[in-house]
């Protein structure tokens, strides 16, 4: 059974960081690509980062560019999501995604964070930034 448990939100002040995990169970993280994802209040799901299964190929949309970094452990079967610099536009609750496939997050282009392309997803961590 897939499942996938984020953690690692809470409140920080703006410039501050947080590292997000999301532990992953019936399946092998490096076999998919993985993406992470977040809406705030009001506002349509974004997707904001994403891993290739080799780990090779990794994308993040312009928003978080230079600030956000996605990478996992293989070991422990878990991805993450460091963030630094945060802004109260940050604020969000953020969810990670296993990919269908392994043709996920391939591109490191804008289409690589496509909702539909992602099949499993956690049930979120909330991230407040406060200004």
């Known amino acids: 059974q897939v499942r996938l448990v984020e953690s690692g939100g809470g409140l920080v002040q703006a410039g501050g960081s947080l590292r997000l995990s999301c532990t992953a169970s019936?399946?092998?993280?490096?076999?998919?690509?993985m993406g992470w994802f977040r809406q705030a209040p009001g506002k349509e799901r974004e997707g904001i980062s994403c891993?290739?299964?080799?780990?090779?190929?990794?994308y993040s949309v312009d928003s978080v560019k230079g600030r956000f970094a996605v990478s996992r452990d293989d070991a422990k079967n878990t991805l993450y999501l460091q963030m630094s610099s945060l802004k109260p536009e940050d604020t969000a609750m953020y969810y990670c995604?296993?990919?269908?496939?392994?043709?996920?997050?391939?591109?490191?282009?804008?289409?690589?964070?496509?909702?539909?392309?992602?099949?499993?997803w956690g049930q979120g961590t909330q991230v407040n930034v406060s200004s």
């Open positions: 019936g399946f092998t993280l490096a076999s998919y690509g």
């Open positions: 891993i290739s299964w080799s780990g090779l190929k990794k």
């Open positions: 995604a296993r990919g269908r496939s392994s043709a996920s997050c391939t591109t490191e282009g804008p289409s690589d964070m496509e909702s539909t392309d992602f099949g499993y």
